[in-house]
């Protein structure tokens, strides 16, 4: 099993900027592609943006592309998600995933992730 554990979650006003961090144990860090989705109320769960585990080949959701950066750090195991000029509409609950590389970085469904954390609240006021 693969333990997932996100924090820096928060409020912040609009334009502001938040940064996420995923802990991840139990497996070989490498050996997974990550990724972060959000949910708000009354909403499904949406892919925000992903990274593989190795060469980090980075892929984001068209509608956050140039605002947020997904990064990684092998050595410590933990992946981030850098969110800039923030919006009311980016208020949700956001979630790190997990799954094998050798699935497509492209299958942003979230029936393709096995592993998932329990997610930390991002509010933003406006």
């Known amino acids: 099993q693969l333990q997932l554990e996100e924090s820096g979650g928060g409020t912040v006003q609009a334009g502001g900027s938040l940064r996420l961090a995923c802990a991840a144990s139990?497996?070989?860090?490498?050996?997974?592609?990550m990724a972060w989705f959000r949910q708000s109320p009354g909403r499904e769960r949406e892919f925000v943006a992903a990274i593989r585990g190795i060469g980090g080949v980075t892929y984001y959701s068209e509608s956050e592309k140039g605002r947020f950066t997904i990064s990684r750090d092998n050595a410590e195991n933990t992946v981030y998600l850098q969110m800039n000029n923030l919006r009311p509409e980016d208020t949700a609950v956001y979630y790190c995933?997990?799954?094998?590389?050798?699935?497509?970085?492209?299958?942003?469904?979230?029936?393709?992730?096995?592993?998932w954390g329990q997610g930390t609240q991002v509010t933003v006021s406006s």
């Open positions: 995933a997990a799954k094998v590389n050798s699935r497509s970085i492209f299958d942003t469904s979230h029936s393709d992730f096995d592993y």
């Open positions: 139990g497996r070989t860090f490498v050996m997974y592609t």
